[in-house]
């Protein structure tokens, strides 16, 4: 993953172990002082929040963990590979767009990221400037071509 999104994910992580839990907790606290919990539908509520916490806390450890920053200077730029802009025209309405490819976790289609295991991004993958990448999407067979490619 880029340097950015490995710090994104650090203070998101950070964030949740710290102010995370503190509301979590007030949460329950809160519910509990409404007396009876065995029909406290408040209390229950804040258990399952908490679960759910503690769950993507978990995930976004295991992804930290295994987590590799890649080095943009490091990469060739005659290939289509993570990291990568690549504007394509899609063949059939001749329209262009440009794409990152990045990380499964750092994808983000409203800042025109793409994840390298997504169609589009397993499609590109080592793709050369003319080429005509044919892609299976759920829709059907969408073909691009690369247009340019820029780190």
Same mark, same amino acid.
């Not at 080095?71 to 063949?91: E, G, P």
């Not at 892609?135 to 247009?147: D, R, S």
């Given at each position: +993953? ?7 994910? @650090? ?7 710290? #102010?995370?839990?503190?509301? !979590? ?8 002082? %409404?007396?009876?919990? /065995?029909? =406290? ?5 804040? #258990? ?9 806390? =978990?995930?976004?450890? @295991?992804? +930290? ?14 290939? !289509? $590979?993570?990291? /990568?802009? !690549? $504007?394509?025209?899609?063949? %059939? !309405?001749? %329209?262009?767009? $440009? ?10 289609? #409203?800042?025109?990221?793409? /994840? ?10 080592? %793709? ?8 299976? $999407?759920?829709?059907?067979?969408? #073909? ?8």
């Amino acid at each position: +993953m880029t340097e950015e999104g490995y710090h994104k994910l @650090k203070n998101e992580l950070e964030h949740f172990k710290t #102010k995370g839990r503190e509301e !979590v907790a007030n949460a329950i606290a809160e519910a509990r002082e %409404k007396g009876d919990l /065995s029909e =406290n539908a408040e209390y229950d509520a804040a #258990k399952d929040a908490q679960g759910l916490l503690e769950m993507k806390i =978990n995930e976004l450890e @295991k992804v +930290m963990a295994t987590a590799r920053i890649i080095d943009a200077s490091q990469l060739d730029a005659s290939k !289509v $590979t993570i990291l /990568s802009k !690549v $504007t394509l025209k899609n063949v %059939k !309405v001749n %329209k262009e767009v $440009t794409y990152q490819l990045v990380s499964q976790s750092e994808a983000n289609l #409203k800042e025109k990221k793409i /994840s390298v295991t997504s169609p589009i991004g397993e499609g590109l993958l080592g %793709k050369e400037v003319g080429d005509i990448a044919e892609i299976q $999407t759920p829709a059907g067979t969408i #073909k691009f071509e690369v247009l340019n490619i820029s780190l």
